[in-house]
């Protein structure tokens, strides 16, 4: 999954914890495979592969920040780095 672009990309957000890129597509606009029974609004990992609808764009945009609440492998790297910081108290994020 390392889709450059997207028809109905409207925000795209490099997760500075998780290091991994997360994109809000409109499905009505790339309504290739995308399924908008959960809401018209989509977020993506494109690391994982993961996604989930939302019925608003601003529901969207909260879970563009927080991949950790629908992407099962996302969580695991914040758990990690949580563990991490944990450790070293002293390190910061870059
Ligand atoms: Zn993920």
Redesign the pocket.
Known sequence: MTSDRWAGERARWRNRI?H?TIVLVDSHTEPVWLDQDGGRWVTV?D??G?VINHPTYDLARDHLAA?WGW?D??QKLLDAYNAKQRQRPESKPR
């Open positions: 998780t991994t990992c690391d994982h993961n991949p992407c492998p996302c």
